[in-house]
């Protein structure tokens, strides 16, 4: 064909696409342009009963190993039937790259596939682009072929689409009363350690983010790492297709030390630890920013004070930042000792302040896997700090896929990408117009998985807080 292609790759699909065919003057492309949407366009509108205008919308695309196009409907304005034209080698259902077609729900959702359609040679699919036209790519297996295609959309008067619909918000909710012993129970000691806390929080607020290592004490995370191998737990699939693929654990039917391991991230005391560790308001204890401004200016009248007689080579900023470090030494000590009164949660006028809340989930990922970005995602309109805390990915590695995603909206750059690393707790906080999703994990995963049985994929433990 002579065309360069150009690689293409975000939540919903990877795979090597040409520029726009419309105005290329190969004779070969033009013969076929005319072809399609002027001879063909007339038969095909005849067929349908749908008005077809001569608008030309075409394309080539080039599937290879790992390659995919994830649930869709193809709904934009103006695209009335979407077409395909296979010109690929001798094909069959083990290479992968079938046209999946899928079923819809009474909220016009995609639930399943039905039928798939395997590419052949010089064949010509075609489908009505509609609220329900579910369709994928599914992922290429084949090393040795290539999935090549001409694809595009005759255009026409776009059919009435049904209201959006909403998922329910999955419920948020307010710490569990736990003391500070849980986190001596559960945490790595280094990261109890006010100092080190202060330099967490300073590197938190430059850049929004922070993976903390090795965050479980090393006992606790193998006890859970087993319990998530070994144990029998009841996995429900999250869905739909057009938005996530993954299994959440069953909370209910839970191994002991998989519950306590959820409540620890659901504590009273981890509303607090956060908030030291990330300078979040999660906890009517922690200090407020207005509340911080306040501090540093008493801190450096103090400072100023103290340095009469000091060295000339220590700065004030120097004496501020210990000042203020060992203020919050001593006020998170009395925070974990329950020293301060429940009633400070109050104003001074008696007005109760918002309650910080979190929800989380515990997910197996493996091979099929990933979650997409989409319209009516309401958990990205507001603020947020995202916790994942991986488990059982020894080994993984980032080509199989699985990593979080973290994107401006409107943007295909990305911000940050958070890579499953056993024992590490990433913290990462997002505003309204940052948006996230965990890329599609293919078939490679498998080797893993025949080299020991009991790696099947990874676990994270998923929490989200709410100032």
């Known amino acids: 064909l ?5 690689q293409k790759s975000n939540d919903l699909y990877k795979f090597k696409q040409s520029s726009d065919l419309k105005k290329r003057k190969d004779p070969h492309i033009a013969d076929l342009r005319k072809l399609l949407f002027e001879d063909f366009r007339v038969w095909l509108s005849e067929v349908t009963n749908v008005e077809l205008e001569p608008t030309v919308d075409l394309s080539c695309a080039q599937y290879n190993h790992t390659d995919i196009l994830l649930c869709h409907d193809d709904e934009l304005e103006g695209r009335r039937i979407a077409f395909i034209l296979y010109l690929v080698p001798p094909w069959d259902a083990a290479d992968g790259g079938s046209l999946d077609l899928f079923s819809t729900d ?3 959702q995609p639930v399943k596939i039905v039928k798939s359609l395997i590419p052949v040679w010089n064949s010509l699919a075609f489908f009505e682009v509609s609220p329900i036209s579910y369709h994928q790519v599914s992922e290429i297996h084949t090393k040795e072929k290539c999935r090549l295609s001409v694809s595009g959309w005759f255009h026409g008067t776009a059919l009435q689409r049904p209201p959006c619909y909403f998922e329910p918000r999955l419920p948020r909710n307010p710490h569990i009363p736990h003391d500070h012993e849980i986190l001596y129970e559960w945490i790595n000691p280094m990261y109890l350690d ?3 806390q202060a330099q967490i929080q300073e590197e938190f607020e430059e850049s929004s983010e922070i993976l903390l290592k090795d965050f479980l004490k090393l006992d606790k995370f193998q006890e859970v790492c087993c319990a998530l191998e070994k144990e029998n737990i009841q996995l429900n699939p999250r869905g739909p297709p057009s938005k996530r693929c993954y299994e959440q654990a069953e909370e209910e039917n839970l191994p002991g030390i998989l519950k306590r391991c959820l409540e620890f991230l659901h504590s ?5 630890l956060l908030s030291n560790l990330t300078g979040l308001k999660l906890h009517f204890l922690a200090s407020s920013d207005s509340e911080d401004e306040q501090e540093s200016n008493v801190d450096t009248d103090e400072a100023d004070t103290q340095m009469m ?10 004496i501020e930042g210990e000042i203020k470090t060992e203020a919050k030494i001593n006020v998170l000590q009395s925070q974990l000792h329950g020293q301060t009164s429940a009633s400070e949660e109050s104003g001074e006028n008696g007005e109760k302040s918002s309650v910080p809340v979190c929800r989380g989930e515990l997910r197996h990922w493996r091979n099929g896997h990933y979650t997409l970005i989409h319209d009516t995602d309401t958990d990205h309109a507001e603020f947020a700090l995202d916790l994942l805390l991986f ?14 995603s973290y994107i401006a909206k409107g943007e295909d750059e990305e911000l940050l990408t958070v890579y499953p690393e056993n024992n590490s707790l990433a913290l990462i906080y997002r505003d309204k117009e940052t948006l996230k999703f965990v ?11 025949e080299k020991n049985h009991e790696r099947n994929g990874f676990w994270d433990f998923s929490f989200v807080y709410y100032e």
């Not at 007689?309 to 120097?318: L, R």
């Not at 890329?439 to 998985?449: E, G, P, V």
Request: net charge negative.
């Open 439 to 449: 890329k599609h994990i293919n078939h490679l995963s498998l080797d893993r998985t």
């Open 309 to 318: 007689g000091a060295s000339t080579s220590q700065t004030c900023s120097n």
């Open 2 to 6: 002579n065309l360069d292609f150009h």
């Open 106 to 108: 009474e909220h016009f």
């Open 268 to 272: 009273e005391a981890m509303f607090l």
């Open 391 to 404: 488990c059982a990915c020894d080994d993984w590695k980032a080509e199989y896929g699985g990593f979080t």
């Open 194 to 196: 006010m100092h080190s």
